[in-house]
Structure formats: structure tokens, C-alpha cells
């Protein structure tokens, strides 16, 4: 019941922005359940290129669109990932013409495991993910 109040407490375009990161947020998390990550990569840059209306562009600010991307992240049941997070803020973002690279490292816990984690900067900082990246060995990086 918090979560609602806080949500009807927004204003309009926040909450379309934040119900549009709940959206592309579970829509991520299927497709990675679904789909080989190159398959939702194409599709993901297919996102990113749709059109977006001219008030929506202009009304949301690269905080904000984080803002909305973690908020959705926490509404939702179980947790969204870092991975989820990142390829929803990139869309976001990159729809939005904010800059966003997708980065994905690994963390060897020991010879048998690893830990992998991803982050997304944008204008030379790391917006989504950014804790303790410096125990991650950067893999890949993805522009959108």
C-alpha cells in the first residue's frame, strides 16, 4: 500500500515513465528466459530506435529515467537483476538521446565460479549498477 501512495504521489509523466520501465523490465527478464542474449540484443536495439513522442523526450531527464528504472526494479516480484536493470535503462535512455553503454564483467569467486554483474554508463558515469566495480574484469561492452 506504501508502494501505491508513493506512486500516485508522482506526477503524471513520472508515473508513465515508471509504469514504462515496469513494462520493459519484465519484458527484458522474459526475453532473457526465452531468447539466446544475441536474439534480445537485435530486439533490444530495435527498442531503443522506435519513435518516442516529443513530450515524453523532452519531459524526461537522465535522473529521472533512472529514477523510474530502479523504482520499477524494486516493485517487482522476485527483484529485477543488474542485467535486467541495465538493458532496460539503456533503452530507456538511448530512446530518450542520452548516451548509455551496456558493460558486463565477471568476479572469479573461485576456480570453479564466477560472479558476473552488469552496469550502464551514460555521460561518463555510471548510472545503473555502479557498486563495487572495481572487483569486476570488464567482458563485453554494448552501445545501443
Known sequence: MKRLRKFLQLKAGEQRLVVKAALLLGTMRLGLWLLPFQTLRRLQVGLTRAPIRVRDREWSSRQSVIRAVKTA????PPAATCLTLALTAQVLLLRRGYPALLHIGVDK?????????????????????????????????FEG
Open 109 to 141: 569467486v573461485d576456480r570453479e565460479r564466477f560472479l558476473a554483474h552488469a552496469w550502464v554508463e551514460s555521460g561518463g558515469r555510471v548510472v545503473i549498477g555502479g557498486h563495487e566495480l572495481e572487483r569486476y574484469t570488464p567482458l563485453a561492452s
Open 73 to 76: 526494479g524494486r516493485s517487482m
